[in-house]
């Protein structure tokens, strides 16, 4: 497959994953979830990390929660530490490899699933987590990304995710995920999330590189701001303004387009956000073309190894 000039050998290795046994015994009967309720009315905010192993920014941001004893004015705070078994296969000499060991966690929250007899480690998890995620009414689930791109919002296409996202700021890119769009469902399409009737609200944060300090940063302040919009928190720092609609960068999903075999090759080298025009070439895979669907699509998470059965490359239009 074609690489870029990003490689996991250039890139730097500036945080890394940390013991979290201390955290394995919270207080829902639940290991890694930890709850922490105010007593007061108010809503029951979801902040979830390491849905892929790698993704270590989350990890710095729940951590900092937990470290600082952090309690909501009102509502309750649930903290949730995801897929910890694929966390702590990393290997620093692969650190690519541990975002997930059998299934991709954030792809399996549908009930023939959940429901199903197929086991792994992540179908045991997502079990484990389902009434986790069905008493949060908001969800913020942090992520990284395998190529230094500038952050971005994913959520579906829902009124009311989108609202949410503005409001908290920071990331200005979003992307929105109309139904159907992607394979599976995600983490925050899981149940009432996903559901157009639902309430309140999930979104998926994209910090930055896996590795990178200022990916952990964004996600500790992105944290901050979304429990501080919600009430839960005060904020601490001078709270970024509420980004207007005008401000944002939206960005519609229109195709994702699966690895189907390890001849999977872009015709050039992407990180991210590269545009094409309608028709023009962007990758091939076993002779079949996949070609630009309109003028300007863009490209978002472009696959860094053709690994057969997973994504290779999300194809999305500027709204």
């Known amino acids: 497959m074609t690489t870029s000039s990003f ?9 890394l994953p940390r013991d979290l046994s201390a955290y394995r015994e919270g ?16 809503p029951h905010v979801l902040v979830n990390a390491l849905t892929h192993g790698n993704e270590i920014c989350g990890m710095v941001a729940a951590t900092d929660l937990l470290d600082r ?14 897929n910890v078994e694929a966390y702590e296969a990393f290997d620093i000499e692969r650190p690519y490899e541990n975002r997930q060991l059998v299934h991709n966690l954030n792809r399996i929250w549908t009930p023939a699933l959940l429901d199903g007899n197929e086991d792994s480690p992540e179908l045991r998890r997502a079990r484990e987590l389902r009434p986790v995620l069905d008493a949060a009414d908001y969800v913020l689930d942090i992520h990284s990304t395998r190529a230094p791109v500038q952050p971005f919002w994913v959520y579906p296409e829902l009124e009311r995710n989108a609202r949410l996202a ?50 952990a940063e964004l996600a500790v302040d992105v944290t901050q ?10 904020a601490v720092t001078p709270r970024a303004p509420a980004a207007p609609a005008a401000s944002a960068r939206r960005f519609r999903l229109l ?5 189907k075999t390890e001849s999977f090759a872009f015709v050039r080298p992407l990180l ?18 996949i070609r ?3 003028d300007g699509c863009t490209v978002f998470m472009p696959t860094r190894a053709a690994l057969v059965g997973r994504e290779g490359v999300y194809l999305t239009v500027p709204v």
């Open 225 to 234: 701001r979304f429990l501080a919009h919600l009430g839960l928190v005060d």
């Open 272 to 289: 991210g956000f590269e545009t094409f025009d309608r028709g023009e070439l962007i990758a091939v895979d076993a002779g079949q073309e």
């Open 166 to 215: 503005l409001a908290v700021g920071a990331p200005l890119v979003h992307l929105v995920m109309p139904a159907g769009a992607a394979p599976g469902t995600g983490v925050i399409g899981y149940g009432h999330h996903g559901a157009a009737e639902g309430q309140g609200a999930a979104v998926v944060v994209e910090c930055g590189q896996h590795f990178s300090r200022s990916a």
């Open 27 to 42: 207080n829902t009967g639940i290991d890694y979830v930890h709850r922490f309720e105010s007593g007061r009315p108010g």
């Open 292 to 294: 630009s669907p309109c």
């Open 69 to 82: 004893g952090v309690h909501p004015k009102i509502g309750t705070l649930t903290v949730s530490f995801a």
């Open 255 to 259: 195709e994702v387009h699966m690895v």
């Open 7 to 15: 490689t996991p050998d250039t890139a730097p290795l500036e945080v």
